[in-house]
């Protein structure tokens, strides 16, 4: 059975990259440094303590899971830039698409963004979670795109008696027809402060805690940006909550646009509502701008930003900061200039 990859916080992303093609799986150790870890149990312990028991079996009647982390805690940043996770997750899913626009021949590349946001607590007695794969809620057929990097970071020691996550590395390549076994998988041992990395495909599940003491891990998806973020992060965390987040956390909560137009306000970078104190301010500004764009604008101004964050790997870009003569734009500008009747 193959073993686990584990990698030291300061390995290159390749490393994370390669072992993620190869197995799905990988575990970072020390992802969190001692104040993170501080912070989060400050911020989550209390309300996870004091939630109630999961209603579903597949949940756990023996687990706790609270959500809407972003709004409950400032914590995470270090967690979700880290550049052994959100690194590998725009290497693996922000793969370029060619497209037609037009006559103009492009690439398009996807953003990504924080999909959904537990904290889970596997208490003494709970059993087993079936075997499954996250990016089944996109229906999604197998072999196929990554279109998930999960991160479950222990907040406890993972000990295999005590529940730790349970993985069979290699299965993101099988089918839809294999079906998994308990007895292919194993546990993701690590100490508190590491964290397992595993793509969408990977089958999965809670372990059994046989312990006499829970288990908790703070899980958190990164998703390709044109589906639907599985927890409603507009609703889950208010807008205040948002603002406590830097920019770059800002755009991976949803303020963002993924190209080629996903997600825009008025035609524009939603990120913009957050820099005006309401919607309407927002929108007057989006009219003030004289935007009765067209969508072919939204498009042609994805083209640049996105083309500009390749050649910057990875930053975000001000939509300023992109210069007006940038090739792609004139090439996005044909299918207004192109007549084809
Ligand atoms: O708690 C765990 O170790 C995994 C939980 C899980 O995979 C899930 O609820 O989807
Ligand atoms: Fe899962």
């Known amino acids: 059975m193959t073993a686990l990859i584990r990698v030291k916080p300061d390995a290159a992303p390749e490393e994370v990259v390669e072992a993620l093609e190869r197995d799905g799986v990988v575990i970072v150790e020390g992802l969190a440094d001692e104040a993170t870890m501080k912070g989060l149990w400050a911020d989550l312990g209390p309300d996870l303590e004091a939630s109630d028991y999961c209603e579903s079996g597949y949940d756990g009647h023996r687990t706790r899971r609270i959500s809407s982390l972003f709004a409950r805690t400032t914590h995470l940043t270090p967690v979700v830039t880290h550049p052994l996770y959100l690194g590998p997750a725009r290497t693996i899913m922000q793969r ?4 037609w626009i037009g006559r103009s021949r492009i690439e398009m590349t996807p953003n990504i963004h924080i999909s959904a946001t537990q904290a889970i607590q596997i208490d003494p007695g709970q ?6 794969r996250e990016d089944t809620l996109y ?19 993972f000990t295999a008696e005590n529940g730790a996550t349970l993985v069979i590395p290699g299965s993101h390549h099988w089918d ?5 076994r308990y007895a292919e998988s194993i546990p993701a041992e690590m100490p508190a402060g ?15 805690n046989d312990s006499d003491r829970p288990r908790v891990g703070l899980t958190l998806s990164l998703d390709v940006a044109n589906l639907r973020q599985e927890e409603n992060q507009y609703i ?11 920019e770059e956390v800002r755009r991976l909560l949803g303020y ?3 190209p080629p137009g996903v997600g825009w306000f008025e035609l524009q970078d939603p990120h913009m509502v957050l820099e005006h104190d309401d919607i309407a301010q927002a929108r007057a500004a989006a009219d003030l701008m004289g935007l009765n764009a067209s969508r072919e604008n939204a498009v042609r101004d994805d083209t640049v930003r996105e083309n500009a964050v390749r ?3 990875h930053e975000s870009v001000s939509r300023e900061g992109v210069p007006g003569d940038d090739a792609s734009r004139e090439a996005t500008r044909a299918p207004r200039e192109t007549v084809d009747a």
Not at 127 to 132: S, V
């Open 256 to 258: 963002d646009r993924c």
């Open 176 to 180: 839809d027809e294999r079906a998994p």
């Open 311 to 313: 050649e910057n790997t």
């Open 139 to 157: 229906l999604r057929p197998h072999p196929g795109p990554t279109i998930r990097l999960q991160l479950m970071l222990a907040m406890t020691d």
């Open 96 to 99: 370029p698409v060619p497209i």
């Open 194 to 208: 590491s964290a397992l990395l595993f793509t969408g495909g990977v089958y999965h599940c809670g372990g059994r």
């Open 236 to 246: 889950a965390v208010p807008r205040e909550a948002v603002l406590a987040h830097p």
């Open 127 to 132: 059993g087993k979670q079936p075997l499954h």
